[in-house]
């Protein structure tokens, strides 16, 4: 089973600040999906295939990476960004999910 | 449009079963993998397995194998999630979710069903 690091794994930041999250992973994956998910609330697909915005992402947001490293970058925080985010593969009949990166607005 | 509507909350005993149902609407459940999702904040997102409507194909975690059992009727759109033997460990919120053709992703999730294990 490949297993996903996030880090960090809760981190603030003010508006319009910089936020990088990553995820690791503990063997070569092809991509990396992200999902946004707030108290109470299903996760959202936020970028899929290591770099792609799903529907309705703000282009703040960007996804990069390839082999074992990926990341999630917010170019300029914003209030409604304060949530969990959670990286995702699937590979060699394993599906896993990052432990999670908690962001919330200082 | 396509929406998962899952079953309502659930409330057992320990040692008890309980089976979630995951009703799709504006698409066939056959043209689609359905996963199911398991969620404790503490923990994070934790992947249970997938179904096959079509044909009834399943593939679980490891750690799932003897836990949870899905399954599929094709006739009213909708998939199960069967869970026995529960515990405290499986109070927990429980997700379905439809595994996108184009990219590979979840792109539909159901709104996620909350099991409370307790005597």
């Known amino acids: 089973e490949i297993v996903l690091t996030q880090s960090p794994t809760t981190m603030a930041a003010s508006p319009g600040e910089k936020v990088t999250i990553t995820c690791r992973a503990s063997?070569?994956?092809?991509?990396m999906h992200w999902y946004q998910q707030k108290p109470g609330a299903s996760p959202k697909p936020w970028i899929y295939d290591t770099s792609k915005l799903a529907s309705g992402v703000p282009n703040r947001f960007s996804g990069s990476g390839s082999g074992t490293s990926y990341s999630l970058t917010i170019s300029s925080m914003e209030t409604e960004d304060t949530a969990t985010y959670y990286c995702?593969?699937?590979?060699?009949?394993?599906?896993?999910f990052g432990s999670g990166t908690k962001l919330e607005i200082k | 449009e396509v929406q998962l509507q899952q079953s309502g909350p659930e409330l057992r005993r320990p040692g008890s079963s309980v089976k979630l149902s995951c009703k799709a609407s504006?698409?066939?459940?056959?043209?689609?993998?359905m996963h199911w999702v398991k969620h404790r904040p503490e923990h994070g997102l934790e992947w249970i397995g997938w179904?096959?409507?079509?044909?009834?194909?399943?593939k679980y975690a490891q750690k799932f194998q003897s836990k949870a059992t899905l399954t599929a009727d094709t006739s009213s759109n909708t998939a199960y999630m069967q869970l026995s033997s529960l515990t405290s460990e499986d109070t927990a919120t429980y997700f379905c979710?439809?595994?996108?053709?184009?990219?590979?992703?979840?792109?539909?999730w159901g709104q996620g069903v909350m099991v409370t294990v307790s005597s």
């Open positions: 995702q593969q699937w590979s060699s009949n394993s599906l896993t």
């Open positions: 179904i096959d409507p079509e044909d009834g194909e399943t």
């Open positions: 504006g698409y066939s459940i056959t043209d689609y993998l």
């Open positions: 979710a439809r595994y996108a053709h184009v990219g590979y992703y979840f792109d539909y």
């Open positions: 063997s070569s994956v092809s991509y």
